[in-house]
């Protein structure tokens, strides 16, 4: 299997090491597994699912984790959400209302799996976290992801920007600081030292 490296890859890592400083959840949900992300998320109490079997065979020995298998049937690895049908979109969301959230707060949603489940599994969930990140919170990326037809009533929204890649976070306002944007600033300045290709990084609230 060819592991994919880049700075695209990686780019919610600001968001997601501000969230951890800011909020230090007690309880992270990662949705689709990534050698930027999951290695975030590893050292705390977390669950991991997967849909690519292979992957997480790999990731699995590599991080010495459990992960969890979340098998689509027929759905391929990038078909999107309105490609599949009805059916399976209910099969989707029935999943992921099934999973057994323990009743820590703050809890956290990390969101970057197959394209098909992104939409379902936030509006899915979204109740039963305090914080959610997705990735690739891009013009393409919320084409691609249906980004836009998340429920976010009652969280504010920010989105990290870059010329490549972005991701969003939704932070419910009753928990919401008012820090995330100074806090990723610094850690941008740091991912920016390790990845000086990305030379245009920031974050906003929408």
Same mark, same amino acid.
């Given at each position: 299997m060819i592991i994919?490296?880049?700075?695209?890859?990686?780019?919610h890592q600001p968001?997601?090491?501000?969230?951890?400083?800011l909020y230090k959840p007690k309880f992270i949900l990662e949705l689709g597994i990534g050698i930027y992300s999951t290695p975030l998320f590893?050292?705390?109490?977390?669950?991991?699912?997967?849909?690519?079997k292979d992957w997480?065979?790999?990731?699995?020995?590599?991080?010495e984790i459990e992960i969890?298998?979340?098998?689509?049937?027929? $759905?391929?690895?990038?078909?999107?959400?309105?490609?599949?049908?009805?059916?399976q979109q209910k099969e989707i969301e029935k999943y992921y209302k099934k999973i057994s959230i323990p009743k820590l707060k703050p809890n956290l949603l990390f969101v970057d799996q197959v394209p098909s489940c992104r939409l379902i599994s936030i509006n899915a969930l979204r109740d039963k976290f305090d914080i959610i990140i997705y990735h690739d919170?891009?013009?393409?990326?919320?084409?691609?992801?249906?980004?836009?037809? $998340?429920?976010?009533?009652?969280?504010?929204?920010?989105?990290l920007h870059t010329d490549r890649t972005g991701a969003g976070c939704m932070i419910r306002q009753k928990l919401d600081n008012g820090k995330l944007i100074e806090?990723?600033?610094?850690?941008?300045e740091l991912f920016i030292e390790e990845?000086?290709?990305?030379?245009?990084?920031?974050?906003?609230s929408r």
């Open positions: 994919v490296q880049g700075y695209e890859w990686a780019t968001l997601i090491r501000a969230v951890l400083d590893k050292n705390h109490n977390a669950m991991f699912i997967e849909n690519d997480i065979e790999l990731m699995s020995k590599e991080l969890i298998h979340h098998d689509l049937g027929g $759905i391929h690895d990038y078909d999107l959400v309105n490609q599949i049908s009805r059916e919170d891009d013009e393409q990326g919320r084409r691609l992801n249906y980004y836009d037809l $998340i429920n976010r009533e009652g969280f504010n929204y920010y989105s806090t990723a600033e610094n850690y941008i990845w000086p290709l990305c030379t245009n990084m920031y974050v906003d």
